[in-house]
C-alpha cells in the first residue's frame, strides 16, 4: 500500500505522516506545546509549523476520520454507493484539497449517472421491455457495483422461464443451499447475490455469498429457512459487473425431512425420518383409501398411526420453520405410498396336555390364521411381535411325529416351542412353552440281596443327571434319589421289606417351568420274599444197616402272602467215585431222587421223605434245585454242603 502511495505522489508518504501526527496532537492533552511535538521525534525545525497546522485544522471524530479512511478502497473496488455515503460524511470543504475535491465530484457525477439509468431502467421495466430495462440496469450496476436496486432489477428482468431449469441451479440440503453453473466456478471473477423475497415488513433483501464446500462448489451456509430466495452469479471483469448474470429459480429455503422409512403393522403405520435442524417441527398428513384426511400427531423423528383400514394410504411429511418475521412456513413436503395389509390375529394363549410319550398343543386366538409351532433359534419374539418378512424366513415348522394321541418329541430334548400366526406376507409371533421329554430308562430289574436289601440295576438313560427311585410296598412309598456318577460307581441298593413291592424308576426334570412328556415307565414287581429250604436228616442205624436218608423240606412265606404258582423242587445225587464227591452242578448233572411239586408244599408247608436206597452208592453229594413256576422269585436256602454227602 504504501508503495503504491510513493509511486502516485512522492509526497504521499510524509501527507500520511502529518494526518497521523496531526490525530495525535489534538488528542494530546499538552498537544498545543512545540516540546510535545519535539518528544515525538520530530524535527525541532517543523515543531512549530505542526503546532499550527493541529491548531487550524478542523477536528473529525471517529466516524469522520473513518469515512476519510475507506471512501477511497470502496470508490477503487466500485462500490459507489458506499463511497457516496462516506462522502456525505466528510465535513471538510473540497476547495481546501484538489485531490479530494476532484474525488468528490467524481463520485457525485457517477452517482447522477447511476440514478439516470436506473429511472430509465424503471420506465422500461414498467412499459413491459424487459430487454431495455436489463440493459439500463446492467449499465447502473457497472457504475456502481454495490447498487442494490441495479442488482434487484437484473434479477427480475433475467430470470428463467417458469418450469424450465435457469443455467444456475440450486439444490437445496438440511443445511445448506449448493450452487452450480456450466463452466468456471471460481468465485473470483463471479459474484454471487442471494435475493430474499420482499414481504409486507421488509423489501426484498440482498446478500453476498462467498463461501464454499470441501469439493469448491460454491455454497450458501447460511440461508434464511423459512424465506423464498433466488440466487444471481454475475460474471466481474476487473471488480466490475461485464453481462448480464445467471438467475436461478425461486427456491423456498424449507428443507425436508431425509432418510424417511415407513412399515406397516396390525391397522397401523409407523415412519421414521431425520428432521433437519433448522425446522420447529414436523406436520404429518395421512389420506385413507377412502380419501380422507387426517392429521398425525409427529414427535420429530417419527410417527405411528393406528387404527387404519386395510389399503393403500398416502402421507405427507412437512417441515415448519419461523421466518425472520416471526411466520411459521411449511415446506412443500416429502410424500410416501403406504399399504396396509390385513395382519392374523395373534395367539394369545399356549397350552401343552402331556401324556405317555406325547404331548397335545391348544391355543387361544389366531382364527384367521394359519398357526404354526415353530422352534425359535434364540430368544424369541415378545408374544404380539410383528414379523414382516415373508414366512419362507420363519424357522421350519415343528417336525414332530405325529399320532392320533398327539405329537412325539425326541427323547432327551428340551425343546422351546413358539406360535405364530401367519396370514399371506404377514406372521405375528404368540405365546411360547417350553416341552422336556426326559430318556425312558430301561433294563430294570430287582432282585433281593438278603438282610432287608434289593439290588436295583438298570440301564441309565442318556445324559440325565439324576433319576427318582420309588418303592411302594405295605401301603407305603419312599423315594430315593440317585445321581449317574454314583449310580456308575456304587450301584443302588434300596431297602425292602418280605412283603411283595412295586419298584419305579424316572428321570428327573431339568426345570420347573417346563411342560414334561413322561415317556414309557421303568416299572417292575419285586415278589414277596418267599423261601423253600431243605436239609438231610441221616437215617437211624439198626444192626446190621443203617436207614435211609430223609429229606426234610419247608416253604415259609411273609404273614398275609399267598404262596402259589410255586416252583417244584427236585433233589438230584451225584456219585462219581471222587472222594469227596462232586456236588451237581444243575438238575441234570446226576440221579433225581426226590421230586415235589409246588402245590404239594403249598398245602404241606413242611414235607419229610425218605431217599431211594438204591438210587447211587455211597458216597455221594446231594443238591436240591427249583425248577419251573416262580423259580427265579422264589429264595432256596441250602445246608451246609458238608451235610449233603451221604456215605
Not at 457525477?109 to 439500463?136: H, K, S
Not at 457504475?143 to 440450486?170: F, M, N
Not at 421303568?522 to 423261601?531: F, G, S, V, Y
Amino acid at each position: 500500500m504504501l508503495e503504491d502511495l510513493h509511486g502516485q505522489n512522492p509526497l504521499s508518504l510524509r501527507q500520511v505522516l502529518l494526518y497521523q501526527l496531526i490525530e495525535i496532537l489534538q488528542n494530546h492533552p499538552q498537544g498545543g506545546r512545540a516540546a510535545t511535538v519535539v518528544s515525538l521525534g520530530i524535527d525541532p525545525d517543523e515543531a512549530a509549523a505542526l503546532v499550527e497546522a493541529a491548531r487550524v485544522r478542523l477536528r473529525l471524530t471517529p466516524r469522520q476520520r473513518t469515512a476519510a479512511e475507506e471512501m477511497e478502497d470502496h470508490w477503487k473496488h466500485g462500490r459507489l454507493r458506499r463511497a457516496a455515503r462516506l462522502a456525505a460524511e466528510l465535513p471538510l470543504d473540497g476547495g481546501q484539497d484538489p485531490l479530494l475535491a476532484r474525488r468528490l465530484a467524481c463520485i457525485a457525477a457517477r452517482i447522477r449517472e447511476t440514478n439516470v439509468a436506473l429511472d430509465a431502467a424503471r420506465r422500461f421495466e414498467r412499459a413491459g421491455n424487459a430487454e431495455a430495462a436489463a440493459d439500463r440496469y446492467l449499465r447502473a450496476a457497472r457504475l456502481a457495483g454495490d447498487c442494490s436496486r441495479a442488482t434487484r432489477g437484473l434479477v427480475r428482468t433475467h430470470r428463467p422461464a417458469e418450469g424450465t431449469p435457469g443455467a444456475l441451479s440450486v439444490n437445496l440440503t438440511a443445511e445448506s443451499v449448493t450452487l452450480a453453473w456450466p463452466g468456471d466456478t471460481d468465485l473470483t471473477s463471479w459474484r454471487i447475490i442471494r435475493v430474499t423475497r420482499d414481504t409486507q415488513q421488509r423489501p426484498a433483501s440482498l446478500a453476498e455469498i462467498n463461501e464454499q464446500a470441501k469439493d469448491g462448489a460454491p455454497r450458501d451456509l447460511r440461508p434464511p429457512f423459512g424465506d423464498e430466495v433466488r440466487y444471481a452469479v454475475f460474471p466481474v471483469r476487473d471488480g466490475v459487473v461485464d453481462s448480464p448474470p445467471l438467475v436461478s429459480r425461486a427456491l423456498l429455503v424449507a428443507p425436508e425431512v431425509s432418510g424417511l422409512r415407513t412399515t406397516d403393522g396390525r391397522a397401523r403405520i409407523e415412519a421414521t425420518w431425520t428432521q433437519p435442524t433448522a425446522a420447529v417441527g414436523v406436520s404429518v398428513a395421512l389420506t385413507g383409501p377412502d380419501g380422507r384426511t387426517s392429521q398425525i400427531d409427529a414427535l420429530g423423528s417419527g410417527c405411528t398411526a393406528h387404527g387404519l383400514r386395510t389399503g393403500e394410504h398416502h402421507l405427507r411429511i412437512r417441515c415448519r420453520y419461523r421466518t425472520s418475521d416471526g411466520e411459521e412456513v411449511e415446506s412443500p413436503g416429502v410424500r410416501a405410498r403406504v399399504t396396509v395389509h390385513p395382519w392374523p390375529s395373534p395367539v394369545l394363549k399356549l397350552t401343552a396336555t402331556a401324556q405317555v410319550g406325547c404331548v397335545q398343543f391348544g391355543w387361544t386366538g389366531g382364527e384367521d390364521a394359519d398357526v404354526r409351532l415353530v422352534e425359535w433359534p434364540g430368544e424369541p419374539p415378545v408374544p404380539g411381535t410383528e414379523l414382516p418378512g415373508p414366512p419362507s424366513e420363519l424357522p421350519v415348522p415343528l417336525p414332530w411325529k405325529h399320532t392320533s394321541a398327539g405329537r412325539v418329541p425326541q427323547p432327551g430334548t428340551l425343546t422351546r416351542i413358539t406360535a405364530v400366526a401367519v396370514l399371506g406376507e404377514r406372521a405375528v409371533a404368540g405365546p411360547s412353552i417350553r416341552i422336556e421329554a426326559p430318556r425312558p430308562v430301561t433294563a430294570l430289574t430287582v432282585e433281593r440281596t438278603g438282610m432287608g436289601l434289593a439290588r436295583v440295576t438298570f440301564d441309565w438313560p442318556g445324559d440325565a443327571g439324576q433319576l427318582s427311585v420309588v418303592r411302594e410296598q405295605d401301603g407305603h412309598r419312599e423315594e430315593h434319589r440317585v445321581t449317574r456318577t454314583v449310580f456308575l460307581r456304587e450301584g443302588l441298593l434300596i431297602p425292602v421289606g418280605p412283603t411283595k413291592a412295586h419298584i419305579r424308576v424316572t428321570p428327573t426334570v431339568r426345570t420347573t417351568s417346563a411342560t414334561v412328556v413322561p415317556p414309557a415307565c421303568a416299572e417292575t414287581t419285586l415278589p414277596a420274599d418267599i423261601a423253600i429250604a431243605y436239609c438231610i436228616l441221616p437215617g437211624a442205624r439198626r444192626r446190621l444197616r443203617r436207614k435211609p436218608a430223609i429229606v426234610r423240606v419247608t416253604l415259609s412265606s411273609p404273614p398275609g402272602e399267598s404262596a402259589t404258582d410255586l416252583p417244584e423242587f427236585v433233589l438230584v445225587a451225584r456219585d462219581d467215585g471222587a472222594s469227596p464227591p462232586v456236588r451237581p452242578r444243575h438238575p441234570a448233572d446226576g440221579t433225581t431222587v426226590l421230586r415235589l411239586s409246588g402245590e404239594e408244599l403249598h398245602h404241606a408247608g413242611t414235607i419229610e421223605r425218605e431217599i431211594a436206597v438204591g438210587a447211587c452208592r455211597p458216597p455221594y453229594a446231594l443238591r436240591g434245585f427249583l425248577l419251573g413256576g416262580r423259580a427265579a422269585s422264589v429264595r432256596l436256602e441250602e445246608p451246609s454242603p458238608a451235610t449233603l454227602v451221604v456215605r
